[in-house]
Nanobody, 115 residues
Framework: QVQLVESGGGLVQAGGSLRLSCAASGSIFNINTMGWYRQAPGKQRELVATITSGGSTNYADSAKGRFTISRDNAKMTIYLQMNSLKPEDTAVYYC?????????WGQGTQVTVSS
């Protein structure tokens, strides 16, 4: 089993920054390809960014140039650095990954950006 726990969300003013963390734990020795997703009320969950085991990244158009995904394999943790935040970024942010042919999701962390 794998547990994913997000942290770092909160209330921030437009133009500010937040750094989200997602720590993986359980009977695993590595983190595979993982991603950050977000979901706003009344909206579908959408991909924000992904990072492979080799460190390759990709971003949603809305995140390019503002967000950076990274990983620390020794700590079994991925991060999402969010800069120049906009009110449109307000959502619950989730991390996800796959181990033993099934997907795991964290509980989510709320990000609220005020104007």
């Amino acid at each position: 089993q794998v547990q994913l726990v997000e942290s770092g969300g909160g209330l921030v003013q437009a133009g500010g920054s937040l750094r989200l963390s997602c720590a993986a734990s359980g009977s695993i020795f590595n983190i595979n390809t993982m991603g950050w997703y977000r979901q706003a009320p009344g909206k579908q969950r959408e991909l924000v960014a992904t990072i492979t085991s080799g460190g390759s990244t990709n971003y949603a158009d809305s995140a390019k140039g503002r967000f950076t995904i990274s990983r620390d394999n020794a700590k079994m943790t991925i991060y999402l650095q969010m800069n120049s935040l906009k009110p449109e970024d307000t959502a619950v942010y989730y991390c996800s990954g796959r181990w033993v042919l099934r997907d795991y999701w964290g509980q989510g962390t709320q990000v609220t950006v005020s104007s």
